[in-house]
């Protein structure tokens, strides 16, 4: 039985084990994926990390899991598939089942499963899915040199997809369903600045068309449909919230994020939510780690407070 089960190890599950080491409580950290540290290693660039200006999102995330690694964190590969609540003569207790078939024990959990990408939906989408439609500019934008690529999108990751591209490709297109961009305006100002990115905006990507591979993303731009050719399509919509374990067990918006204020606290006295998974008005890396952090803060009290009950 651990002290707690730390679930992701993004910046929010690392900062959490980094904490744990500190406080001398037993963790354990389940990654979905080997020596993972979320999605910022698909970061190219990152700029708003107090200390660390123009860091590659990859590097960060090495400095990250190695600053945990150091402190003696433990780690087990493998995915969630259930968590369940139970209890003994100790109190209560989660049991979280992996789908190796393993499960490990915990008096507290920290939730920091992070977001999924958004798909657009739309028809040759799936289809053509590793054959010209990426979710990750830093994983497949070299690919495409001197090519045509289109984004889609209008928030930080778009752009910054977009001016990662404009590096390889001849051309890029920012098409974006509104007129007014989610991105932060000092990314806007650079991206607007660069000969080979042409926003095409108020359009919806209809369908993604081709032959074997992408050859063209169909839009509606103020009802009127067009052809672009292009070769390659990313994808950047945002993200949905990776929730779906904790349906049953605590309370969630209406968008599916963990409802859970600062400290991590949510409606289950023995489960925190970290990162990107909780309600929070700004998902950045430097807020999910201030999150890991005072998560595990959070549980240790809870655990100080379970023991003191005993010992009464
Ligand atoms: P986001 O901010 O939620 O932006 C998603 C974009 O996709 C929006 O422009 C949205 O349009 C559009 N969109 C959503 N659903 C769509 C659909 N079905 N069809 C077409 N377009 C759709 O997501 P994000 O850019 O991935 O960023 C997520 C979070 O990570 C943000 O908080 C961001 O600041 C942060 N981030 C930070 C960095 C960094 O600091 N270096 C880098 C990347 C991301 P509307 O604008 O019309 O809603």
Known sequence: MYDCLILGSGPAGLSA???AQRARISALVIEKVYRGAGQITESERVDNYLGMYGENGYSMGVKFRKHADELG?????????????????NGIYYSVSLDDGKSFEG?????????????????????????????????????????????????????GDALLLSKFAQKVYIIH???ELRANKALQEKVKALPNVEFILNADITEIKGEKKVAAVKIIQENREKEIPVDGVFVAV?????SELLKDLVELDNNGYVVADENGKTSESGIFAAGDVRTKKLRQVITAASDGANCLFS????LGLTRQVKFK
């Open 238 to 242: 945002g993200s949905t919230p990776s």
């Open 107 to 159: 008096r507290t959990v920290i939730y920091a499963l992070g977001t999924e990408r958004r798909k657009l939906n739309v028809k040759g989408e799936a289809e053509y899915t590793g054959k010209g439609v990426s979710y990750c500019a830093v994983c497949d934008g070299a690919f495409y040199r001197k090519k045509t690529t289109a984004v889609a999108g209008g928030g930080d990751t778009a752009l």
């Open 177 to 179: 369903r509104r007129n």
């Open 17 to 19: 084990a980094v904490y």
């Open 299 to 302: 549980a240790e009290e809870y």
């Open 73 to 89: 964190a433990e780690f087990y590969e493998g995915k969630v598939t259930a968590i369940t609540k139970k209890s003994d003569e």
